[in-house]
């Protein structure tokens, strides 16, 4: 597989160097996460994404080297909303994802116009949290690439190989090379709880977040509900199945050996989006507001915890209404 000397490697590179720099000390997490909707047993619309996330040392943990970025992210951020040192942990997380957008029928050299265009896109972001036991907070800000350099189209291929999936011929006619990015926020806080540690227990919470960006804004409120043994310290799971390091700031603090079940439900209100802006000639118009649902279930030993989220949306293309719907899994894993 050939991935574009710029497109991939130099931000995988530059992944790999914010790692290093927070320090080399105990206490790091990490996180893969990979949306596809094969999960599903569908190939439209939302195909494929990928992420890879670090999470630096809490800054209470006195022993960890990159725990210095927390605090000192804690002292930067202070002023703002959800964000204190004083009573808090902070962590900072740095992520890189790939994801791709693709038509109905990808057996065509030349996509209907009457679809989705291809287009693929490659972001770094950075998040600062701040949480306790009953809210999260963060801010954070992502740059990125759309176009060939982002490597979807050698992604897409590759995967669909390994499964023994139809392969794509649109590819030459995907969306051109730009740059986006930009700043966003996010906020979750727990409602109710019932149970104790080793018991069965449930929680409730909200979450609510909001994005500027020239790739896409938007502003999303929703709900989530769940239960399980030993249930981590975080209580948002990535219920939207977007590959989101919300749930890695705590997901495996006191986990211990468990598992839990959630179901999520969430509004998403949608000003700007880079694909309907730049499909031309393409026919698409994106509906501005969308409901969303997400199921799914963790399973947490130690310091490793893996989950699968199913996810469906409705229809984010206004002229055919039909859903956006895949499966997410994840591996997350602390040392």
Known sequence: MYFPEFSVRAPLRAFLLLTLVTGCAHAHTFSLSWDNDLLLGLDQGY??????????????DQNAGSARLSRAAGQWLKGLPGIDPESQ?????????????????????????????????????????????????????????VGPESGAEASQKWVHTLTGSEEPRGWDDQLGTDVVG????????????????????????WVGSARVSSFRSNARVGWIWRTGRYL???????????????????????????????????????????????????????S???????????????????????????????????SFSFGTLSLTWAY
């Open 232 to 286: 981590p310290i975080n209580f948002v799971p990535d219920y939207a199945g977007t590959s989101s390091t919300v749930g890695l700031p705590a997901a495996l603090n006191d986990a211990g050996r468990g598992w839990s079940v959630f179901i999520g439900l969430g509004l998403e209100y949608v000003p700007y989006s880079y694909l309907e802006e730049n499909a031309d000639p393409y026919q698409f118009e994106e």
């Open 182 to 205: 930009g700043l966003q926020g996010t906020h979750a806080r727990k409602l109710w709880r019932s149970g104790r540690k080793g018991q069965l227990e449930q929680e409730l919470a």
């Open 47 to 60: 195909t494929n994404g990928v992420r890879l996330s670090y999470l630096s040392s809490p800054s209470s």
């Open 89 to 145: 942990n902070q962590a900072v997380s740095f992520s890189l994802r790939q994801l791709m957008v693709t038509p109905e029928d990808i057996s065509r050299e030349q996509p209907s116009r009457d679809d989705l265009p291809y287009a693929g896109f490659l972001f770094l972001s950075s998040t600062a949290w701040s949480w306790d036991a009953d809210s999260i907070t963060g801010y954070g800000m992502h740059l990125g690439l």
């Open 288 to 322: 501005p507001v969308l409901a969303q649902v997400g199921i799914g279930v963790t399973w947490q030993w130690q310091n490793l915890q893996t989950a699968l989220i199913l996810r469906a949306t409705t229809g984010e293309e206004q002229s055919n209404k039909e």
